[in-house]
């Protein structure tokens, strides 16, 4: 008898999973597992299965699994102070650390941390301050939010709104009315094929001052973007994207928020997305690479210019009305604290930049070629393969031949894990920033042997 079977029961029996066919689990359909522990790149499940986690858990173990330091940097934590609020001026030492650690290495023109749990309510935090300073300011009525089609910014009411993702939307009464959506920065899958990179950066900037004029610029308070779609497929923008995209927002007065909740600490080889693509945020959203997914925390990063109106909200009306009971959580603070000074000591960043190149690199040499593949793509150490039935023709499997789940169950029961994203079938990789060439190797030529096997 396998150990997991009690577990098994107990699971399929009283655990609620998100993002999970619901019923196939509970009739023991889908592939149950407990992991037990991690080292670096690698996890190891109650059953002695060890893999190689290719997407660092949700894209967030950055710094790999089993790092000593942070876990002492939680325990003596929770030994000292296991808990104490942040609302009306009280902090922790870890807190107060971690904001400082942070805005030293944020954008310039960034004045204050909020902290949150996740990286969708940090998200809510930000269309509440927006629609707070657009109040403070006497604009009631700008308060409409833009985002693109395939991009992903949580799953609250309304960031599941702002999350352009069918899946997200379906059955949930999703979007609410205040959020918008404009056309996905998405080359490969233009719908003009003819168009160059930099005709289609146009094209979206066009669709975009279109949407303004539809719904008129004094009733759009923000934008928000990842400055790489993340969950939507991993798409870097097209060229001068966000250069064009910045004109149009500060033509009409439109907030930009800046989801950095994956580029964030180091996953473009650069500390922040926005510092890589060179985006003057309002907002900017962090939690995954926060922590290294060791504790829960999240944060939103308010630029200057907002925040002064917040302090004069406050001398008008009064304390702010926001608050998390968990906000600054000082255990998971102290993660943050110990986790941003490895990610330095050990130089992550630097090796991020190194064998993520590499990785895109020979993956682009194992399959650019094949005929099933329409694009190689990727950025820092984010790494991509979409499939498609003909590439010439550019056409698409059906869904319902799930391409892309067949190709990442194949490559997992070859011990090494990778994401199949949603709407597409494209495959998925964000390894922790620890990877090694050797084990890079052993991804692309695992992941070629698992196209073959799927698709010849």
């Known amino acids: 008898m396998l150990r997991n079977d009690q577990l098994a029961e107990w699971d399929r029996d009283n655990f609620f999973h998100p993002s999970t066919h619901l019923a196939q689990f509970a009739r023991g359909e889908l592939t149950h597992r407990v992991i037990k522990t991690g080292t670096n790149c690698h996890i190891e499940d109650r059953d002695g299965n060890k893999m190689l986690d290719a997407f660092a858990g949700l894209y967030c173990v950055n710094v790999g699994y089993g790092r000593q330091d942070i876990a002492d940097a939680i325990a003596a934590q929770a030994k000292e102070l296991a808990y104490y609020h942040a609302y009306v001026g009280h902090g922790t030492e870890a807190s107060i650390t971690l904001s400082k650690m942070i805005l030293d290495r944020a954008p310039a023109n960034m004045s204050k941390v909020y902290f949150g749990q996740s990286g969708s309510d940090a998200n809510e935090t930000n269309v509440k301050l927006i629609w707070y300073y657009n109040n403070i300011l006497g604009r009631p009525e700008k308060k409409k939010i833009i985002s693109r089609w395939r991009g992903y910014h949580g799953s609250g009411l309304v960031t599941g709104s702002l999350t352009g993702l069918e899946l997200f939307h379906k059955k949930f009464d999703l979007p609410l009315a205040q959020v918008v959506h404009t056309e996905a920065p998405y080359y490969f899958r233009r719908a003009d094929l003819d168009q160059s990179e930099e005709q289609f950066t146009a094209h979206c900037v066009a669709e975009l001052e279109a949407l303004i004029e539809r719904e008129g610029a004094d009733t759009i308070a923000a934008f928000i973007g990842e400055p790489v779609l993340g969950t939507g497929g991993i798409v870097p923008p097209p060229v001068g994207y966000w250069t064009a995209i910045q004109k149009v927002l500060k033509k009409h007065d439109i907030l930009l928020v800046v989801d950095e909740v994956v580029t964030g600490f180091g996953r473009l080889g650069t500390m ?161 920033f620890c990877l090694t060439r050797a084990e890079a190797d052993e991804v692309v030529q695992k992941t070629a042997k698992a196209v073959k096997t799927v698709l010849g």
Not at 366 to 390: I, P, S, T
Not at 395 to 401: C, E, L, R, V
Not at 414 to 430: E, K, N, S, T
């Open 272 to 432: 922040f997305g926005s510092e890589h693509y060179g985006l003057e945020a309002d907002l900017i959203t962090i939690a995954k690479g926060l922590t290294s997914a060791y504790a829960p925390l999240s944060g939103s990063i308010v630029g200057e210019k907002m925040w002064k109106v917040l302090e004069q909200g406050t001398d008008e009306n009064g304390p702010i009305g926001h608050g998390w009971t968990y906000s600054a959580h000082p255990i998971g603070a102290a993660a943050g604290v110990a986790n941003l000074k490895l990610l330095d000591e050990l130089d992550l960043i630097a090796n991020n930049r190194d064998v993520g190149s590499y990785l895109n690199k020979t993956m682009t040499e194992a399959l650019g070629d094949h005929a099933n593949v329409g694009e190689v793509r990727g950025e820092g150490m984010l790494c991509a393969v979409e499939f498609v039935k003909d590439r010439d023709s550019r056409s698409f499997f059906d869904a319902a031949d799930k391409v892309g789940p067949q190709i990442a169950a194949a490559l997992g029961a070859d011990a090494v894990i990778a994401r199949a994203m949603p709407q597409g079938d494209i495959l998925g990789f964000a390894p922790p």
